[in-house]
Structure formats: C-alpha cells, structure tokens
C-alpha cells in the first residue's frame, strides 16, 4: 500500500525565518508525483508546489522550495521568508502515475503551521 | 471563472435522513472525485469517476454513494447519515490522461454535522 507520513503534526516559525516540513512516503511505484498543499483557515485547498519524479531538479515556486530525495523518499518543503499569510495546514500528496487511468491522490495527515510575528 | 462548487457549505442534520451535498465543476474536467478530510487522517478518497456513468470505491466508500450522470456534476449521497460520518468533504476534479496528472482543482468544502 502507497503511504505518505507527515510526522511533525504542529510546527512555528517567526516571520521572515525560514522552516521546513518534512514528508516521507512509501511507493513500489518508480513514476509517480508529489504535491504540497496548503489549507487556510477558509479551508480551501491550494496547490503549493508540484515535483514529478523522473525529474531530478528539485522544484521551486518563488518562496517555496522542496528538497526531493527519490532513492530515501523523502520530500520536503521550505518556505523561505515565512510570512503571516504562510499560516496554515499543509498536505503532502502523492499520485502514482498509470498513466491517467486514475488520478487519485493519498494524503499525509499534515503539518499545522503558525507563522509568529 | 474556473471553479468547482459545492452545496450546501454547511449542513447539520440527524441520523438516517437522506441528504446529498452537490458538486458542479465548469472545466469540461472528466475525473471527479470525493475526500473527507478528518482530524489526525489527513484527506481520504470516498469515491471517484473516471467519466460519465463511471464511477469507482475510494478507500472509505462505505455508508456513501455517488452518480455521474453529466459530466459537471458529481453528486455524493448519503442515505442514512450516521455520526461518523461528521467531517469536512471535498470534491476535486481534473482533466484525464497526461494533462491530468497534476493539479487537482477543490471545491470549497462541506462542513457536515451528524447529530
């Protein structure tokens, strides 16, 4: 079974410091890919970033970095220059690739984050 | 816009009343699908459909049912609400195939209480 482990439940950072979140899963799958999201106290879901696997370069969208270890299956996110509106729960996904037979993703628990000022 | 959406946002009803909570998508997206979201479980799949009139489990389909009858909308019934079945539920849609694997759009969220 495909899962995917967010291990620090809770997690603060002062405003304009940089933090990680840190994500695990297990997969036998060698295509599939990665997503962050972010949920607001509106509870909307936001994709915050995207890494597929076959790629080594470590995706980045403006303060949002990860750090994507295929081999450890390790995939961390860093948001630099933490701010304010950075407060909220973050989800680790993860999609097998069949090739669009189905599009399902398999959630971590999250990582509730407070950006302190 | 390009937007999924969901009715009602909030609901509070009682044990074994029918209700079913809506989900339209305006994106021509063929997969559509149902988590709930619950306290320490993250996000979990209930249902998904690949197409019009296909439909298939998820991991917590049990006391659920959905239809695909058009392809915007993707309707989840519950036909005897229990209290465990209090949580937030989201329906997501995407395009299949290649152009598919990636985002996922969200609806807003149902909030639903169980009494």
């Known amino acids: 079974a495909q899962t995917v482990t967010q291990s620090q439940p809770e997690m603060s950072v002062q405003e304009a410091e940089t933090v990680t979140l840190s994500c695990t899963y297990d997969t036998s799958e060698n295509n599939y890919y990665l997503f962050w999201y972010k949920q607001p106290p509106s509870r909307q879901m936001i994709l915050v970033i995207r890494q597929e696997a076959y790629k080594q370069q470590n995706a980045t969208e403006n303060r949002f970095s990860v750090n994507f270890q295929k081999a450890a299956k390790s995939f961390s996110l860093k948001i630099s220059d933490s701010q304010l509106g950075d407060t909220a729960m973050y989800f680790c996904?993860?999609?097998?690739?069949?090739?669009?037979?189905?599009?399902?993703?398999?959630f971590g628990t999250g990582t509730l984050l407070a950006v302190q000022p | 816009e390009a937007q999924v959406t969901q009715n009602p946002r909030y609901l509070i009803t009682v044990t074994g009343k029918k209700l079913t909570v809506t989900c339209s998508q305006n994106m021509n997206h063929e997969y559509m699908s149902w988590y709930r979201q619950d306290p320490g479980l993250g996000l979990r799949q209930i249902y998904y459909s690949m197409n019009v009139e296909v439909t298939d489990k998820g991991d917590v389909p049990e006391g659920y049912k959905v239809s695909r009858k058009e392809k915007r909308n993707f309707p989840l019934i519950l036909e005897s609400p229990s209290p465990n079945q209090t949580s937030l539920y989201f329906c997501?849609?995407?395009?299949?195939?290649?152009?598919?694997?990636?985002?996922?759009?969200f609806g807003p969220g149902t909030r639903l209480t169980v009494l």
């Open positions: 996904a993860f999609m097998p690739d069949y090739g669009g037979a189905t599009n399902k993703l398999i």
């Open positions: 997501a849609s995407s395009p299949t195939g290649l152009a598919g694997v990636g985002e996922q759009f």
